[in-house]
Each structure stands twice: as structure tokens, then as C-alpha cells.
């Protein structure tokens, strides 16, 4: 088998790999999601992606405009995503998203780094062939996105893949507190990769990633995770104005 590696884009190497590889998981609601369920992953996918930035406040009757529901549903929602540390609720102020101070995000990203560290080594445990296979091919997908420059397509690819990677390491209360954890610095994630230089820093490390889950390699793999999302904690710092060295003095 080659080397994912050796696929590494420029743009016509990943075109290829978009042909051959195969279609990823379908994605966004499922049949029998209720409408509030539906109304707050589309507003969680606004968060993330910075329609909504952090502060912003959710005007509902606009958000019923935009998203065709009643107020409802829509405060429901609201109340989904409130418990996801998304969005806070005040009395007679209505909901707005959650901006995370510097502490916040240090902290978060501590945990989720050891979080997805955990779940990369009981993956190489306990994947299955099949399980590493998918993400490999998911990888593949993420590099044609990261070569056309789609950054919405490769956001949620990579999103997907690190989701993967937590279901394989077939710990259900790791999941748990991964999904709980993750969801709060999703958007934090997506803002990282408008850099482009850092965006192919990513690329290169995700496929180290995959070659590392094929050969079952869990100091490697967990390494190469740390790394990934210590790079996104700077990242997030930096949009405070935190420059790296500022943020590792501290």
C-alpha cells in the first residue's frame, strides 16, 4: 500500500485523489431529528464557521426570518446550545455566543489535547481495518479540499476524521467528554486554518496522522495530535492578540 505521503498536493496530485477516493459519511441531520435539534445544528455550524462571532448577539426575530421556524423552536435551540457552552442565555437580554477569555481557551485546549491524545492511542489499539481505512480515505478527500482551497469542504472533513478517530477508540465516556469539550472551541478551530501557511502546516501533520493510525504507532499518532492542537491553541491566542511567545511565558 503507497504512503499517504506520497499524495501530498500540489493541486493535481489531490484532484486525483478526490476521483479515487471513496465518498465520505453522510453528514448534517439525520431522518427524525426534531425541529430544534435541526434549528441548533445550523446555528451551531454558523458559530463555528464565524457568521456569528463570539459576543454576537442572536436577534430572534431575524433567526426565525433566516431560518424559517417560529420563536420556539428557535429558544429551544437556544437552550441546545446553551448546555454545549455555545451560547449563553440572560434574562431580558435574549442569547448571545459565548466568548472565551485567554483562560478559557488555554484550558480547553489542554483538555481536548489530552482528550484526543487518549483516543489516538486506544485506536491503534482497537480500530478496526475498516475504521482506519475510512479515515485514511477521508484524509485523501481533505487534501483535495486543502488543494482547490475549499476551506469549508476541508473543515468539515477534518472535523469528521477527528470525530473518527474518537468513535475508534471504542470508549464510550471518552467520547462523551470529547464531544462535551470539543463543541466549545469548534469555531476556534475553523478560524485557525485562514492562515495559509498554517493551514498547509495542518494538512502535512493530518496526513503524518493517518500513516501513523496504519501503522498503529500510538506514541506517534498521540505526539502528532498534541502538536496539531497545541498549533491551534496559539492560533486561537493570536486572534486575542496573544502572540505565541506571549502565550507560552505564561
Known amino acids: 500500500m503507497s504512503s499517504v505521503s506520497s499524495l501530498m498536493p500540489d493541486s493535481g ?11 465520505t459519511a453522510a453528514r448534517g441531520a439525520g431522518n427524525g431529528r426534531t425541529l430544534p435539534a435541526t434549528v441548533a445544528g445550523q446555528l451551531r455550524e454558523r458559530i463555528i464557521q464565524g457568521e456569528f462571532p463570539p459576543g454576537a448577539r442572536l436577534n430572534e426575530r431575524a433567526l426565525c426570518d433566516l431560518l424559517g421556524v417560529s420563536r420556539t423552536p428557535l429558544r429551544e435551540a437556544f437552550r441546545v446550545l446553551a448546555a ?11 442569547a448571545q455566543v459565548v ?18 491524545a487518549m483516543s489516538c492511542r486506544l485506536a491503534c489499539e482497537r480500530a478496526t481495518d475498516t475504521e482506519i481505512a475510512e479515515i485514511r480515505a477521508l484524509t485523501y478527500e481533505m487534501m483535495a479540499s486543502h488543494a482547490r482551497h475549499d476551506l469549508p469542504t476541508y473543515f468539515r472533513t477534518n472535523r469528521e476524521i477527528h470525530e473518527r478517530i474518537s468513535l475508534a477508540a471504542h470508549n464510550s465516556l471518552l467520547k462523551q467528554l470529547y464531544d462535551a469539550q470539543n463543541a466549545r472551541i469548534q469555531n476556534l478551530r475553523f478560524v485557525s486554518n485562514e492562515n495559509r501557511q498554517k493551514w498547509d502546516l495542518a494538512m502535512r501533520e493530518h496526513i503524518e496522522m493517518a500513516e501513523a ?6 506514541d506517534r499518532l498521540s505526539g502528532i495530535m498534541r502538536q496539531h492542537l497545541q498549533r491551534k491553541c ?4 493570536k486572534t486575542l492578540g496573544i502572540p505565541p511567545a506571549a502565550a507560552d511565558s505564561g
Not at 84 to 94: A, H, K, S, Y
Not at 234 to 237: E, G, K, S, T
Open 84 to 94: 454545549e457552552g455555545l451560547v449563553q442565555i440572560e434574562p431580558n437580554r435574549g
Open 234 to 237: 496559539d492560533a486561537a491566542l
Open 213 to 218: 493510525l496504519e501503522a498503529r504507532d500510538a
Open 13 to 23: 496530485a489531490a484532484s486525483v485523489a478526490a476521483e479515487t477516493a471513496p465518498p
Open 99 to 116: 466568548a472565551l477569555s485567554e483562560a478559557n481557551i488555554r484550558e480547553a485546549f489542554e483538555v481536548i489535547g489530552g482528550l484526543e
